[in-house]
């Protein structure tokens, strides 16, 4: 069977690909590149008012905070800082360089540069979470207001901005259940968590970080959790329902309010996994689909950048029952200013040191702003479109499936299945998408377990057009056929990378890890400390 690639763009007979070659430097880690005396920037002196007040800073300093010998920091001019991290960058493929729809359930999207100037400003740049509140009042506004958005989105009345990312997010939610039954006397009997197998994971990994069992759900033959297995499942031991909907199958339960109502039956709370809402801004909330808490990841949806897996931002949003166990501080106004309250006595506590990511939760606000009420609806509106279309097209490519509710359009993303291919030729999901990085994109297969088999999960968002869309589809259309007429080719990919096959028995092995530099030293240069 040879695949029908005759949609897409020709040139001189030959089939229009991209053209990509990855930049390769044998980069040194930044400590090898010191030279002792070699210095980038001027340390200021000390002000003359402060010397004044307290005379030399370091004689105000007890003993045990002086260092006893200077960091160990790499010596380096500004040029040579500046060509380390531009080779550095040459040889990552990103959103900023790539068709990067293949992430999955990440969301990747455009993130507004304007947005990263107003991140850079001094007046953002040199503040400090322990300044004086009435120093920060602009940022605490700006705070407050993106609050009362969420309230808006989310249709729950009460919000948090502490968490830092989504998993720390969704903990402080389990947290919240977890102190709910515990101040009605019954966290003892209520020690068993719900959520399905294609929720995101960290709901699981979080309800267990929390002591509770946990119990999951799988689709039945339509994709959709399995209601019997819930009402199966709940019992006087139910402390709540973790569950993401769209799920990351990109289907949406349309029995969810059933679903919130059996939990609520006996006596559990159920919370909303938004950290991807990307196909339903503006068109549905938790509210209305009676949940008590929810949350949302500011660098998915709502256009922060992911940073490598950081920085991030997470939110929760919960109703009036549950405010009082909001993590310490929550932010107040009182009229005349803005200020963080501590006097929380039944908190949960701190989730983390300080209240949000600053710098994520002003270019969240700056995106929200520039869009406005429609515009987020309509962010909506392009991302399920741009999905159904490039779902359209990957189903006429021979080998790919898209597993469960056969014949009906998907929300913001979609998991599908390349088994067809792998029995036909024997190259996994993996292979494709290693191979696919030869033309600039890759893709994700998906979370662990492979409960879709030989999969890959691609999510175009509302950031791609058409015509990017389909460059994507023709590369997986090239790359499937390349299985079947030269499968040797795929197999060994990456060709056109920084390095070719890596082993994977490393990653399976902490004794190997070296997650530092010092780690680096004493693992892989075998020097002693």
Not at 403 to 422: D, M, N
Request: glycine share 8%.
């Amino acid at each position: 069977m040879s695949t029908d690639i005759s949609r897409y763009r020709f040139t001189d007979g030959k089939l229009n690909l991209r053209r990509f070659h990855q930049a390769k430097w044998d980069e040194p880690v930044i400590f090898e590149l010191s030279v002792p005396g070699q210095r980038g920037i001027l340390v200021p002196e000390v002000e003359d008012g402060i010397t004044a007040a307290v005379g030399d800073p370091l004689d105000s300093l007890p003993e045990k905070m002086r260092r006893k010998e200077p960091p160990k920091l790499p010596e380096l001019s500004q040029p040579q800082v500046l060509r380390h991290y531009v080779r550095l960058s040459q040889e990552n493929l990103g959103a900023d360089l790539n068709i990067d729809i293949g992430q999955g359930t990440c969301t990747m999207k455009y993130s507004p540069k304007i947005n990263d100037q107003l991140a850079r400003l001094p007046e953002m740049t040199e503040l400090h979470p322990w300044q004086e509140e009435d120093t920060i009042q602009g940022i605490l506004e700006i705070m407050f207001r993106f609050e009362g958005i969420l309230k808006e989105i989310s249709g729950l009345g009460y919000v948090s901005l502490q968490p830092a990312a989504g998993s720390e997010a969704i903990y402080t939610n389990v947290s919240i259940i977890r102190a709910f039954h515990e101040s009605r006397g019954e966290l003892d009997q209520r020690d068993e968590i719900i959520t399905t197998i294609f929720s995101h994971p960290s709901n699981a990994a979080c309800a267990k970080t929390a002591g509770f069992k946990v119990i999951t759900l799988y689709p039945n033959e339509d994709g959709y959790p399995d209601i019997e297995a819930l009402k199966s499942a709940v019992s006087e031991r139910t402390a709540g329902l973790l569950i993401t909907n769209p799920e990351d199958t990109g289907i949406f339960n349309p029995k969810i309010e059933e679903f919130v109502r059996i939990v609520h039956d006996v006596g559990g709370l159920c919370s909303y996994d938004q950290a991807n809402a990307n196909g339903i801004l503006g068109i549905t909330r938790a509210r209305e689909a009676g949940f008590d808490l929810c949350h949302f990841n500011l660098h998915k949806t709502f256009s922060a950048p992911h940073g490598c897996g950081g920085p991030g931002a997470g939110v929760i949003c919960v109703t009036e029952e549950l405010e009082k166990y909001r993590p310490a501080p929550v932010l107040e106004y009182d009229d005349t200013k803005y200020y963080l309250d501590f006097d929380r006595p039944d908190s949960i506590g701190k989730i983390r040191p300080f209240y949000g990511v600053a710098p994520i939760i002003l270019k969240a606000y700056a995106w929200v702003m520039s869009l406005g009420a429609a515009g987020l609806r309509e962010v909506a509106e392009i991302a399920v479109l741009n999905n159904n279309y490039l779902l359209k097209q990957m189903l006429e490519i021979p080998g790919v499936s898209a597993p469960y509710a056969q014949g009906k359009r998907r929300i913001e993303q979609v998991r599908y299945s390349w088994q067809e291919l792998t029995e036909e030729t024997g190259v996994l999901s993996e292979e494709l998408g290693i191979r696919a990085a030869d033309f600039g994109v890759h893709y994700w297969t998906s979370h662990h377990p492979f409960v879709v088999p030989e999969p890959c999960t691609l999510e175009p968002t509302e950031s791609y057009s058409k015509e990017e869309l389909d460059e994507y589809v023709s590369i997986m259309a090239h790359v499937a056929q390349e299985a079947r007429t030269d499968p040797v080719i795929v197999k060994q990919a990456p060709h056109n990378s920084t390095i070719h096959q890596i082993e994977h028995e490393p990653f399976d092995d902490p004794s190997q890890w070296a997650i530092t530099w010092r780690a680096y030293k004493k693992k892989v240069l075998g020097e002693q400390g």
